[in-house]
């Protein structure tokens, strides 16, 4: 079984430029996730998606990032503009559902890791 | 509320000793604790999760301690392997939504 695919496994901008990531989750997974993980923190999440509406994105510092998930498959986040301060590892994850027990259960990708400079 | 507490932040064991890690919440909505591993470069790993209708679930070497009155929970390794040195974290979620991690451990074990 493949697992989460992201893409760029790195990325360099400079602030105020854009920068977009894209995730493929795990073949028949509903749920998709995108974190920030700041280097020495847990990971911190930005939004869920279920299929491909969005869940959960109280989190999501909606003045500068987007996210989509058009047909409920793969997904992207972008961060328009970029500060000093999203210099971080976005990590996409996914899982099968929202209806309890190891449905549950996240499987993460290899994360994108941003720097700002 | 929405935090999960996790300590200590590094852990030093020598090989075959046991390995705790601890943390805590105070949301008491929080129906899923899952605890990840994570190497360098990689993104984290499931290992082992539990609800809390349970005190304690083992998976192998790897046993979460659940205590829903203290609103505490642990992860303890047992027979710790330096394959084991990583960073750990624990989790919480509420009905599969509103997953909020804790700050980390680095366990690093001696060989």
């Known amino acids: 079984e493949a697992g989460v695919a992201q893409s760029p496994r790195y990325k360099i901008i400079e602030k105020r430029q854009s920068v977009a990531f894209w995730c493929n989750p795990i073949s028949g997974h509903a749920t998709l996730y995108w974190y920030q993980q700041i280097l020495g923190q847990g990971p911190k999440l930005l939004i869920q998606f279920q299929n491909n509406g969005v869940v959960d994105d109280s989190q999501l510092p909606k003045d500068r990032f987007s996210a989509e998930r058009l047909k409920g498959v793969d997904s992207t986040l972008k961060i328009q503009p970029a500060k000093l301060e999203d210099s971080a590892v976005y990590l996409c994850a996914s899982s099968l559902g929202q209806t309890g027990g190891s449905l549950y259960e996240q499987y993460f990708g290899p994360g994108t890791r941003l720097t700002v400079t | ?111």
């Open chain 2, 1 to 111: 509320q929405q935090q999960v507490k996790q300590s200590p932040q590094s852990l030093i064991v020598q090989k075959g000793g046991i390995s705790i890690i601890n943390c805590a919440y105070e949301n008491t909505a929080f129906d899923y604790f899952p605890w990840y591993q994570q190497f360098p470069g990689k993104g984290p790993a499931l290992l082992i999760a539990i609800r809390p209708d349970v005190s304690e679930k083992k998976e192998g070497r790897f046993t979460i301690s659940f205590n829903k009155s203290a609103k505490q929970f642990s992860l303890h390794i047992m027979d710790s392997q330096p394959g084991d040195s990583a960073t750990y974290f624990c989790a919480a979620s509420e009905w599969g939504q509103n997953f909020v991690f804790g700050p980390g451990t680095r366990l690093s074990v001696l060989p």
